[in-house]
């Protein structure tokens, strides 16, 4: 089955995100009041929404969030495959700063992309979250 990444509406990343992230929340827990300004991702297996994630780009800052894949498609490549794409977006569009909330049990996992810990770290409902961070170099060379 084709693999592919694109741009998605909001809308079609909010099920997935609702699914994956926060099944026990209303529905509406999952939008974000800044969803409107995000450029958000999605990875298809054939027409199959796969894996979500949003970028929130500000001040050659980039913050990637809501970044979530179906259950039993995890552990396969795919939320890599997507996190690497988004890592090129953000690097094409001059993006200086790239950072994430991660929840702690990911830290591990995104260190394979090249970002690390910061000391910021906070609790939300129950979960405990480090920001993590890397700073890119803009593949046009843009100082
Ligand atoms: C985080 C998340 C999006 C990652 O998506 P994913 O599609 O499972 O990501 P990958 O399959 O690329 O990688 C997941 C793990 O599988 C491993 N993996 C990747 N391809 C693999 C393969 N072909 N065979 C075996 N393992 C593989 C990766 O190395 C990674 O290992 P690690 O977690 O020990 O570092 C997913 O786990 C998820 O939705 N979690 C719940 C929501 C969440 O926590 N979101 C992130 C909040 S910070």
Redesign the pocket.
């Known amino acids: 089955m084709e693999i592919t990444v694109r741009q998605v509406d909001k809308e079609e990343v909010w099920e997935l995100r609702h699914k ?2 926060w099944a026990d929340k209303p529905f509406d827990y999952i939008k974000l009041e800044d969803d409107d300004l995000g450029i958000h991702y999605g990875l298809f297996k054939g027409d199959d929404l796969i ?1 979500v994630i949003s970028l929130f780009i500000n001040n050659r800052e980039c913050q990637f969030r809501k ?3 179906l259950q039993l ?11 690497d794409y988004i890592i090129k977006e953000a690097q094409n569009n001059g993006v200086k700063r790239i950072w ?4 702690k ?2 830290v ?2 995104y260190k ?1 992309f090249g970002l690390q810990e910061t000391n910021s770290s906070f609790m939300k409902e129950g979960k405990s979250y480090v920001i993590m961070e890397a700073y890119v170099q803009s593949i046009m060379g843009i100082t």
């Open positions: 994956v992230m894996s970044f979530a894949t498609e995890q552990g396969k490549g795919y939320g890599s495959t997507l996190l994430c909330n991660a929840r049990n990911k591990d996992f394979k």
